[in-house]
């Protein structure tokens, strides 16, 4: 089925006008299909033809101002509206329509827990055609009007509140008509859900979860919603247009693709978020952020929509920004910029660093299509474009900047908006030339560098000189810091030095040099830093003595850069992080570090036997930072051993004292072995070949849930075992249709399938992918082609063969755009990776 143009899209904008949909959806039609029908009131400006799009299983009627249309006439997902008059028009369109199981569309979820099922949209980009019909594009805005009949058990939760409509019989349920919003934004979600609900501010809010997972979400209830509400009052302290929509509800849903989307009155969350098991702070606090993030959604997006998909950063890189920012001014999760910078910001510089790059606001022409678009949901559109905010907010001022944004959504409520828009917005608030920014920053791809040459005078004086490898302007800080003479290791800030490059790019002071000089020192810009040789001697030694997380980030990330690069030996970061970690006392930097040196140095940047001692070291780490927290009974001591254990677990090269855990249900001075924890130690015991299916049968006996049916695929997938290995290959790639896995499960058993211990056994299987997953992901549709692409990817297999098949397959096998993308990223990961090992 063809993607939807750009051209066609403006084509279509221009002469039609849509007003008012009124959808009836009828789920009680049995486990594989439900009835849609369809009534769309539109206006055409002149006389002429265009198309809606719908994607049936039978297309039963469509009639066109009381002419019946052909069915036949459906061209993929194309049904022609021909010799359209001037004026106004109805259509009615009835279809039996799939549900799926890839989280696209209508997803129906069958929860193995206790056999209830539940139903959800996903409507994101062009899937709105497999629920109903619509003239699917983000700038033709409409009224939502939809009634929903559902088994009587059921509860329907919508984009406007919902009401049973008892006249009509059980189980009928109607939603408020919704504000104009886009066809993207609608949302359905349906089943016997478990909710919270109360009221804020005069609006109904409500949280939503599968009734198995009611004793965890009811844990968690009250941080949720207070999160929720002092995020809400938050953002109408700096926003000036109210939140625009009748109700606040937050539904948690099974097997969902991504973090949250952003639904207007029903965000939707995959249920991940509603925790199981034991979790860090720093993970509640990411689950605060996201939270946050989807509720900026609703303005920037939902209020005001992008016009076409070449401005999806008006989106996602203002929710991102507003996200970590919001949640930082209005809860107890004060310092998000360090989880970010460590956690999130490196998705930007790999993204940005690879062939596939784009700027964060990409010319219109360079997003020809839907399909083109959809691959800009990226570490590019979320993580830089949210630094790229964060440094014209430092540039420009926040209170330029909010009374920017403030007059962006008043002149484009309820419509569509442009980059161009956006930013004739903030000039009118600034007397900078924010056109000129926008230019340097959105326009333009690849991450600068920046390099400190340090000198001395003849007069005892010190110099510094920053060098720019390309050419965006920085407003940044530089940190100044000393050895403590009384305190061993620890370091003390002189005044920092503010710089503005490319045109303020030197300094000098008297007396001697500092130990340490650190540029971008509160981390508010976006590019890679260096650190000259005297400021890496000082780091590698006393890192951990710098007085804030903010700082000790800035650091880590030069260093993985460097590791990157090839301008830092993976062993000298390892070394580090052996020194300093057991004395790191941040949470997310602890994490972060551990999780770079685990899967990247250890499992890509290193030969077998160098990634062996790697994991020694890794598990010398764990054990120090568990011997440090011992009897530690606050949140980031606990938090702490958590991250330890998994990093324990994780980087086992025999069963010792893993096997121990198990059997004894125990980590010594904890944490408790929850299920998350028992799965993640037998996952790791069957890669080493010391576990048996009958045990990982026991296991999901204990744990029969949804999650613990994906740690049983994952460990099955994980045995060193050829028939276990040809098992789990063929349930990924070559099942029937009916036995085809979820999303959830490929994703599990391609995790578990690639083990860089059990390289012997998985090598047939390299040439395998290569020539298999264009067609699975041409059979299966982008959302499970993301994830084969992402998961099933041959890792372990650093290899110039595997790069040669890599790119043939690219050449020869025409993979379909979401594929592509994710093997040319997967590509040049491997060609870095050969290159830091000298390969």
């Known amino acids: 089925m063809p993607a939807l143009q750009r051209d066609e899209a403006q084509t279509r904008a221009r002469l039609i006008d849509v007003h008012r949909y009124e959808i009836d959806l009828d789920l009680t039609h049995g486990e594989e299909h439900f009835a849609s029908s369809t009534v769309i009131h539109f206006t055409a400006r002149s006389a002429g033809d265009t198309f809606v799009e719908v994607k049936p299983a039978e297309l039963h009627s469509a009639v066109l101002d009381g002419r019946p249309l052909d069915p036949t006439s459906l061209d993929g997902n194309r049904l022609p509206l021909l010799g359209l008059a001037e004026g106004a028009h109805e259509l009615r369109v009835a279809a039996t329509m799939r549900y799926s199981h890839t989280g696209e569309g209508m997803h129906r979820f069958t929860d193995p827990a206790d056999g209830l099922s539940y139903v959800y949209t996903q409507l994101f980009m062009e899937d709105v055609q497999r629920v109903f019909a619509a003239f699917d594009q983000p700038d033709l805005k409409a009224v939502f009007e939809l009634s929903v009949t559902a088994p009587p058990e059921w509860t329907v939760l919508g984009n406007g509140i919902a009401t049973q409509d008892t006249d009509a019989g059980p189980g009928r349920w109607k939603l408020a008509p919704t504000p104009p919003i886009s066809t993207y934004l609608v949302a359905v979600a349906a089943g016997p859900w478990h909710s919270v609900r109360t009221e804020h501010a005069g609006l109904p809010f409500g949280i939503h979860c599968r009734r198995s997972l009611a004793p965890y979400l009811d844990a968690d209830a009250e941080e949720i919603l207070d999160i929720t509400r002092r995020c809400y009052d938050r953002f109408h302290e700096i ?43 720093t993970e509640r606090q990411t689950r605060g952020m996201v939270i946050a993030h989807e509720m900026a959604h609703m303005w920037f997006g939902d209020l005001v929509t992008l016009q076409w998909w070449d401005d999806i950063w008006l989106n996602e890189s203002f929710a991102e920004y507003m996200g970590y920012q919001v949640l930082a001014e209005s809860t107890r999760f004060t310092d998000t910029w360090t989880d970010f910078g460590i956690a999130r910001k490196g998705w930007g510089y790999d993204a940005d660093q690879r062939p596939s790059t784009h700027p964060v606001a990409p010319a219109p022409e360079d997003v020809p299509d839907t399909a083109s ?20 907010v430092v540039w420009m001022g926040e209170k330029a900047f909010l009374a920017g944004i403030n007059d962006h959504f008043a002149r484009h409520r309820f419509g569509n908006a442009t980059l ?47 060098d720019q490898a390309g050419s965006r302007p920085h407003h940044l800080a530089v940190g100044l810091y000393d050895h403590d003479p009384t305190t061993p290791g620890r370091l003390v800030p002189r005044d920092p030095v503010t710089l503005d490059i490319p045109g303020r790019t030197e300094h000098t002071a008297p007396g001697p040099r500092p130990d340490l000089v650190l540029l971008n020192e509160g981390d508010l810009t976006y590019t890679k830093v260096r650190l000259d040789a005297a400021s890496w001697e000082t780091a590698s030694r006393s890192l ?27 062993a000298a970061y390892l070394e580090a992080a052996r020194t300093h970690l057991p004395h790191e006392t941040d949470i997310a930097i602890v994490d972060g570090v551990l999780s770079f040196a685990r899967h990247q140095i250890a499992d890509a940047y290193l030969t077998t036997d160098d990634r062996h001692a790697a994991l020694g070291t890794l598990t010398d780490i764990s ?3 568990l011997r440090r927290t011992e009897g530690s009974e ?13 990093c324990f677990i994780d980087s086992a090269t025999t069963p010792q004292g893993i096997q121990d855990w198990l059997d004894g249900d125990t980590v010594p001075g904890g944490p408790a072995l929850d299920p998350e924890l028992r799965w993640r130690l037998l996952g790791r015991l069957a890669v080493l070949g010391a576990t048996t299916p009958e045990a990982i049968d026991a296991e999901l006996a204990r744990d029969p849930s949804a999650t613990g049916q994906e740690g049983a695929a994952r460990c099955r997938a994980a045995l060193p075992d050829p028939a276990a290995k040809e098992a789990a290959w063929r349930s990924m790639f070559t099942a029937d249709e009916g036995d085809e896995l979820s999303n959830y499960l490929f994703t599990a058993t391609a995790v578990g399938f690639w083990a860089r211990e059990q390289q012997d056994l998985l090598r047939p299987y390299v040439s395998r992918f290569f020539s298999e997953v264009p067609a699975l992901a041409a059979r299966r549709g982008p959302a499970l082609a993301e994830a084969a692409g992402r998961y099933a990817f041959p890792k372990p297999f650093v290899e110039r063969e595997t ?37």
């Open 239 to 281: 926003f000036e247009e109210p939140y625009p929509f009748d109700s606040y509800d937050q539904a948690f849903v099974p097997e969902f693709n991504a973090g949250a989307m952003e639904n207007p009155g029903l965000v939707t969350f995959r249920d991940e978020f509603v925790y199981r098991s034991a979790v860090t702070d």
């Open 373 to 392: 678009a959809l691959l800009n949901f990226d570490g590019i559109s979320y993580a830089k474009g949210a630094s790229a905010l964060r440094q014209l």
């Open 420 to 466: 161009a828009d956006f930013i004739d917005s903030l000039a009118r608030a600034t007397d900078r030339d924010v056109h000129a920014w926008a230019k340097s920053w959105l326009r333009t791809t690849g991450v600068d560098t920046l390099t400190p040459v340090v000198g001395t005078t003849e007069d005892g004086s010190w110099t510094l000189r920053v």
């Open 544 to 570: 951990s003595g710098l007085p804030t997380p903010l700082s000790r980030a800035v650091v880590w990330n030069a260093a993985r850069d460097m590791v990157r690069d090839g301008e830092l030996a993976p």
């Open 623 to 625: 054990r120090d930072i």
């Open 634 to 646: 606050n949140g980031d001591g606990q938090g702490l051993r958590l991250v330890a254990v998994r």
């Open 803 to 839: 790069l040669r098949l890599g790119e043939e397959c690219l050449h020869t096998a025409d993979p379909i755009p979401a594929l592509r993308r994710k093997l040319v990223d997967q590509l040049d990961d491997l060609r870095r990776a050969l290159n830091v090992r000298g390969v």
